[in-house]
């Protein structure tokens, strides 16, 4: 794709990460290249499909592990500000080193013991902004550039859900959808043309597609949660008007 603007170059552009001079070049790109602005359009989803995700929560082990490892951290750099305390002073200043900043405690005060405090704990350090914000940036446009590229892939047609061999009676919709949930590894397949099909006619968070035949005609199972109940959905005629069909909770 010479003649293109590539992927994570569009994946960049759209988070404003590229230099002023390169963000022009792209912008004068997409005025003249439909195929671009398909891709632009492709990646936009991502941002509305993250924030439609609930956001998980740290496990108690993980945030006690980072404490700890937070904790020992500091407790090392209290040993290194010690032994730097206890150096001999030349002149007003300490044997072989300069004076430190601020001067010396007093007389029967302790040097401030360094601390990195708790994870979790509310305590702004402007100083670190300088490489927080590059780090950060940096990863969001890993993800975005590796997102882009799976959201390309699917909407071109290679992440289309499989066709399962368990046939479905609309009259046992339920117990037959959970035949087929469990014969086979239910992916929502994001972003394929049979999730966006799904999308326009069903409601809540969609867990899972399958293509298979319902009442001896190709149709879509889509099975979706909303506040913890699973439904399934038949739908039909994606390759023209979407139409949803019977729904039924999935068996237990």
Known sequence: MADHIAIDELAL??????????????ELH????????????????????????PTPTMPPEVALR????????????????GSMAGGSMVGGSMAGGSRLRGGYPGPGRAAPRPTLGLFGA?????AKRRWLVPALAGAVA????????????????LNEPPTVATAVNTKKLGSDA??????????PH????????????????IVGLASTSVDGAPALLVYTRSHGVTQVTVVTNCDSTPTAGPSAPVGR
Not at 36 to 50: D, F, G, M, W, Y
Not at 190 to 205: N, Y
């Open 190 to 205: 994001r972003f394929s043309r049979a999730w966006q099909c799904a999308r326009q006619v069903t409601e809540g968070r």
């Open 142 to 157: 890993a993800t975005i550039v590796g997102f882009g590229g799976y959201v390309l892939s699917a909407s071109a047609g």
């Open 122 to 126: 509310d305590l702004p350090k402007p």
């Open 30 to 53: 997409l005025a003249d290249c439909a195929e671009c602005r398909a891709h632009v359009e492709s990646l936009s989803r991502v941002s509305a499909v993250l924030r439609a995700e």
């Open 178 to 187: 959970r035949r087929v949930e469990q014969g086979s590894d239910l992916d």
């Open 66 to 81: 980072l404490n700890s490892v937070l904790n020992q951290e500091s407790a090392r750099r209290a040993a290194g500000a």
């Open 13 to 26: 552009a759209g988070e404003g990460l590229l230099d002023p001079d390169r963000s022009a070049a792209v």
